[in-house]
């Protein structure tokens, strides 16, 4: 074990994947020499040399393109997006190419390509580049979508990934870069895709959260036990497709309430979906309506203020847990 | 045109029901075959649909009220019809169940059987009769609200939940205030003591409990009870369950005590048609085949599902059936022509540690045994003194149908098979 930042832990998970198999290699915008917008694929250019980390020109739809192509003759390719909101240029390629052709093949054609940047809000980067549209994906049959809160999870989550055989979007939080924690150096160390973790436990309320909010949901989790008295639960998926329900489930049952927490808006939204599956599955177990708290339904603001207004903050989130506890 | 909306007889012995809740509301456009209410009869919950088109113009009796069956509990009829025909008759109290068994309600027809053997559907029970059209009130029923764990906790608990009043969002009852009210404080009303009596809470009687009440004074009052005691060696009887439940290890099934008890009953019985029956004023009913009841005690009170016609059936098919029967029991999901009608009826409260007991006959059979546990002791056996698995049952029977010696000698053809279990196999 090592303390060290997300950045560093999905470096990590790419040295390592690249040196046990020779067919991963990586690509994208300033990955190479200038070693990744936000240095995750720093020292990876020298040690593998520029066949294997190769510099894209500002052409996303094309060089998801040749992704594809390289995961269809037995490559697996990790596709780095200089950040998601960049990715929209290349949905064709993610989303009826690479999520299609295993099907589409009649399994002729396996896909083993990671599609990986950063997503969500940043500091004041503005509306075209603040998004979580992890529903976009997730909404895909064919893809599976990966969202890590910590670096832990970064890491071996990204090198599952980098492993399976399935297209998989893997959405990094651009704000978590410098984020540290406790992260294994053994190189045989892997979370598998599709199961959600309990981050801490509790015995009143569920909160289900993925991505950065995760760390709003733990301080709101403190705030309601020593204010309130509420015990908390928070679960994060990490997988958002397929997700492991069982375990958001198995906690709405002993809680009886629940707050679904996500970056993105909520119309459509992730927690949409994870309302549906509690309501159909344990409806006689809640206490009280599924809360939701999300992103405000704006386009994302520029003000630094605003920006602040935009993104569900602790306080939303003790708001929240504290009336579906019915408390205030 | 109008269709009413009747708390039908649901059960042979149903005398009146509660309205639990209208699903649809004064003014809810309602479709035949929609539900429109749920009602609890004496033993189980069940819904109403409607068997007209239009819509619900009024409700005559509101959540939680408890009436009479025939009363007209609403009326469904086109929004612009004159319904106060059928509002007036009501409130003359001129709505007779004889009325609705009349009147084209052959789905309640079915749904009564007069008597156990009548195989009925009674998931929908309404009754549709045919008024002439008129003009229109309205008003909004009241609605409970609660939620869905809430509701739940309340159904297990035998709560009502119009009694609470509801602490979360808008009146919400809750879970807290369910286990409020279970730990004492709401459902039941405390009564102060006054002089040197004791304080006591004032629990109101659930319908299964009015249910017993109503059915078991018309049993140790008018039916000459007698009681006969046997006990009876289980050794080989316990061995057998043992060797049968190893042979089924895998298969996911098992036979206890209280099967091999049923089918005992039954070969015994088969052997002793005279005590099968049941007193009827003036003949005695000799049944052609053995429906034994087995009593269940569910959260307000006590259920006796029946398992049909055990004669032919073997013992790993009754094991099935009485746990699906249990199981529905408990979630009050039996229908009433499954709980009504045994000629033979088991209680057995072994597991509670009781070692004896008399059991008050269930009418209109004519016995009931009570089954005591299984406790090891010393016994006499051909001059030495062993330890020996013994059970002692006792046998109450209605001294109208059943005399003393048919009584014994049933009971002794009973023990010997259980002594001698290969005997269920002849």
């Not at chain 1, 990671?114 to 075209?128: E, H, M, Y």
């Given at each position: 074990m090592?303390?060290?930042?997300?950045?560093?832990a999905?470096n990590q998970?790419?040295r390592?994947?690249?040196?046990?198999d020779?067919?991963v290699?990586?690509?994208?915008e300033?990955?190479?020499?200038?070693q990744?917008?936000?240095?995750?694929?720093?020292?990876?250019?020298?040690?593998?040399?520029?066949?294997r980390?190769?510099?894209?020109?500002?052409?996303?739809?094309?060089?998801?393109g040749?992704?594809?192509?390289?995961?269809?003759?037995?490559?697996r390719?990790?596709?780095?997006?200089?950040?998601?909101?960049?990715a929209?240029?290349?949905?064709?390629?993610i989303?009826?190419?690479a999520?299609?052709?295993?099907y589409?093949?009649?399994?002729?054609?396996?896909?083993p390509?990671?599609?990986?940047?950063?997503?969500?809000?940043?500091n004041?980067?503005?509306?075209?580049h603040?998004?979580?549209?992890?529903?976009?994906?997730?909404?895909?049959?064919?893809?599976?979508?990966?969202?890590?809160a910590?670096?832990?999870?970064a890491k071996?989550?990204?090198k599952?990934?980098?492993?399976d055989?399935?297209?998989?979007?893997?959405?990094?939080?651009?704000?978590?870069?410098?984020s540290?924690?406790?992260?294994?150096?053994?190189?045989?160390?892997?979370?598998?895709?599709g199961?959600s973790?309990v981050k801490?436990?509790?015995?009143?309320?569920?909160?289900?959260?993925?991505?950065r909010?995760?760390?709003?949901?733990?301080?709101?989790?403190?705030?309601?036990?020593?204010?309130?008295?509420?015990?908390?639960?928070v679960?994060?998926?990490r997988?958002?497709?397929?997700?492991?329900?069982?375990?958001?489930?198995?906690s709405?049952?002993?809680?009886?309430?629940?707050?679904v927490?996500?970056e993105?808006?909520?119309v459509?939204g992730?927690?949409?979906?994870?309302v549906?599956?509690?309501?159909?599955?344990?409806f006689?177990?809640l206490?009280?309506?599924?809360?939701?708290v999300t992103g405000?339904?704006?386009?994302?603001?520029?003000?630094?203020?605003l920006?602040q207004l935009h993104?569900?903050?602790?306080?939303l989130?003790?708001?929240?847990?504290?009336q579906?506890?019915?408390?205030? | 045109?109008?269709?009413?909306?009747?708390?039908s007889?649901?059960?042979?012995?149903?005398?009146?029901?509660?309205v639990?809740?209208w699903?649809?509301k004064?003014?809810d456009?309602?479709?035949?075959?929609d539900?429109?209410?749920?009602?609890?009869t004496?033993?189980a919950t069940m819904?109403?649909?409607?068997?007209?088109?239009?819509?619900?113009?009024?409700?005559?009796?509101?959540?939680g009220?408890?009436?009479?069956t025939?009363?007209?509990?609403?009326?469904?009829?086109?929004?612009?019809?004159?319904i106060?025909?059928?509002?007036?008759?009501?409130?003359a109290?001129?709505v007779?169940?004889?009325?609705?068994a009349?009147d084209?309600?052959?789905?309640?027809?079915?749904?009564?059987?007069?008597?156990?053997?009548a195989?009925a559907?009674?998931?929908?029970?309404?009754?549709?009769v045919?008024?002439?059209?008129?003009?229109?009130?309205?008003?909004?029923?009241?609605?409970?609200?609660?939620?869905?764990?809430?509701?739940?906790?309340?159904?297990?608990?035998?709560?009502?939940?119009?009694?609470?009043?509801?602490?979360?969002?808008?009146?919400?009852?809750i879970?807290r205030?369910?286990?409020?009210?279970?730990s004492?404080?709401?459902?039941?009303t405390?009564?102060a003591?006054?002089?040197?009596?004791?304080p006591?809470?004032q629990?109101?009687?659930?319908?299964?409990?009015?249910?017993?009440?109503?059915?078991?004074?018309?049993?140790m009052?008018?039916?000459?009870?007698?009681?006969?005691?046997?006990?009876?060696?289980?050794n080989?009887?316990?061995?057998?369950r043992?060797?049968l439940?190893?042979?089924?290890e895998?298969s996911?099934?098992?036979?206890?005590?209280?099967?091999i008890?049923?089918?005992?009953?039954?070969q015994?019985?088969?052997e002793?048609?005279?005590?099968n029956?049941?007193?009827?004023?003036?003949h005695?009913?000799?049944?052609t085949?053995?429906d034994v009841?087995?009593?269940?005690?569910?959260?307000?009170?006590?259920?006796t599902?029946v398992?049909?016609?055990?004669?032919?059936?073997?013992?790993?098919q009754?094991s099935a059936?009485?746990?699906?029967?249990?199981?529905r029991?408990?979630?009050?999901?039996?229908?009433?022509?499954e709980?009504?009608?045994?000629?033979?009826?088991i209680?057995?409260?072994?597991?509670?540690?009781?070692?004896?007991?008399?059991?008050?006959?269930?009418?209109?059979?004519?016995t009931?045994?009570?089954?005591?546990?299984?406790?090891?002791?010393?016994?006499?056996?051909?001059g030495?003194?062993?330890?020996?698995k013994?059970?002692?049952?006792?046998?109450?029977?209605?001294?109208?149908?059943?005399?003393g010696?048919?009584?014994?000698?049933?009971l002794?053809?009973?023990?010997?098979?259980?002594?001698?279990?290969l005997?269920?196999?002849l």
């Amino acid at each position: 074990m090592a303390l060290m930042t997300y950045r560093d832990a999905l470096n990590q998970a790419l040295r390592e994947e690249m040196r046990r198999d020779p067919d991963v290699f990586m690509m994208g915008e300033e990955v190479g020499a200038y070693q990744g917008a936000y240095k995750v694929s720093r020292g990876l250019l020298e040690e593998f040399g520029e066949w294997r980390v190769r510099d894209m020109p500002i052409a996303e739809l094309g060089f998801t393109g040749l992704g594809v192509g390289a995961a269809m003759v037995g490559l697996r390719p990790i596709v780095e997006y200089m950040t998601w909101s960049f990715a929209l240029l290349a949905i064709d390629g993610i989303v009826n190419a690479a999520a299609k052709m295993r099907y589409m093949s009649g399994g002729q054609f396996k896909m083993p390509i990671t599609f990986r940047g950063p997503s969500g809000v940043a500091n004041q980067v503005g509306a075209t580049h603040s998004q979580a549209l992890e529903s976009w994906y997730a909404t895909v049959p064919g893809l599976k979508v990966v969202a890590p809160a910590t670096a832990r999870d970064a890491k071996g989550l990204l090198k599952s990934a980098i492993r399976d055989d399935d297209p998989v979007v893997f959405l990094e939080g651009e704000l978590l870069y410098g984020s540290k924690e406790e992260v294994p150096e053994d190189e045989n160390f892997t979370i598998p895709l599709g199961v959600s973790e309990v981050k801490r436990e509790g015995a009143d309320v569920t909160i289900v959260v993925h991505a950065r909010p995760l760390h709003s949901a733990l301080r709101a989790a403190e705030i309601v036990e020593s204010e309130d008295g509420i015990s908390a639960e928070v679960i994060d998926p990490r997988t958002l497709r397929p997700m492991d329900i069982d375990t958001i489930l198995d906690s709405v049952r002993k809680t009886n309430r629940c707050v679904v927490v996500e970056e993105g808006w909520a119309v459509c939204g992730m927690g949409a979906q994870v309302v549906d599956d509690i309501q159909r599955e344990a409806f006689d177990y809640l206490d009280a309506p599924i809360a939701r708290v999300t992103g405000a339904d704006t386009p994302h603001p520029y003000a630094k203020n605003l920006e602040q207004l935009h993104f569900p903050q602790a306080d939303l989130i003790v708001k929240a847990a504290r009336q579906a506890c019915y408390r205030k | 045109m109008a269709t009413r909306i009747v708390m039908s007889k649901l059960s042979p012995t149903m005398e009146e029901g509660r309205v639990l809740h209208w699903v649809k509301k004064e003014g809810d456009p309602v479709e035949p075959g929609d539900v429109v209410v749920e009602v609890e009869t004496d033993k189980a919950t069940m819904e109403v649909e409607a068997m007209g088109a239009g819509v619900l113009r009024k409700i005559l009796v509101e959540d939680g009220g408890t009436v009479p069956t025939g009363t007209l509990l609403g009326v469904v009829a086109a929004p612009d019809e004159d319904i106060s025909a059928i509002l007036a008759e009501a409130e003359a109290g001129a709505v007779a169940e004889a009325t609705a068994a009349t009147d084209g309600a052959a789905a309640v027809a079915a749904a009564t059987p007069a008597t156990a053997e009548a195989p009925a559907t009674v998931s929908a029970a309404a009754v549709e009769v045919a008024v002439e059209p008129a003009h229109q009130p309205a008003g909004d029923g009241g609605r409970v609200k609660a939620s869905p764990l809430a509701k739940r906790m309340a159904r297990e608990n035998g709560i009502r939940l119009e009694q609470l009043n509801g602490s979360g969002t808008g009146g919400r009852i809750i879970k807290r205030d369910i286990e409020a009210a279970v730990s004492g404080g709401v459902a039941a009303t405390t009564v102060a003591a006054v002089g040197s009596e004791a304080p006591y809470q004032q629990v109101e009687l659930s319908q299964i409990r009015k249910a017993i009440a109503r059915n078991l004074v018309t049993s140790m009052g008018p039916i000459p009870h007698f009681f006969l005691t046997i006990e009876i060696d289980m050794n080989r009887a316990l061995d057998l369950r043992a060797e049968l439940n190893k042979s089924l290890e895998g298969s996911g099934a098992k036979i206890g005590v209280n099967e091999i008890l049923i089918k005992t009953a039954a070969q015994a019985l088969a052997e002793h048609p005279n005590v099968n029956v049941a007193f009827a004023d003036d003949h005695i009913r000799r049944f052609t085949r053995v429906d034994v009841g087995v009593a269940v005690a569910v959260p307000d009170g006590l259920i006796t599902p029946v398992l049909r016609n055990i004669g032919p059936k073997g013992l790993r098919q009754i094991s099935a059936e009485l746990r699906d029967m249990v199981d529905r029991a408990r979630g009050k999901k039996l229908a009433p022509e499954e709980y009504y009608g045994a000629t033979f009826t088991i209680s057995n409260l072994g597991m509670y540690g009781i070692d004896e007991f008399t059991a008050v006959i269930n009418p209109p059979a004519a016995t009931i045994m009570a089954v005591g546990a299984t406790v090891e002791k010393p016994v006499v056996v051909d001059g030495s003194v062993q330890v020996r698995k013994r059970m002692r049952v006792t046998l109450s029977c209605d001294h109208r149908a059943v005399d003393g010696a048919m009584g014994a000698e049933f009971l002794a053809t009973f023990r010997d098979m259980l002594e001698n279990p290969l005997r269920l196999v002849l």
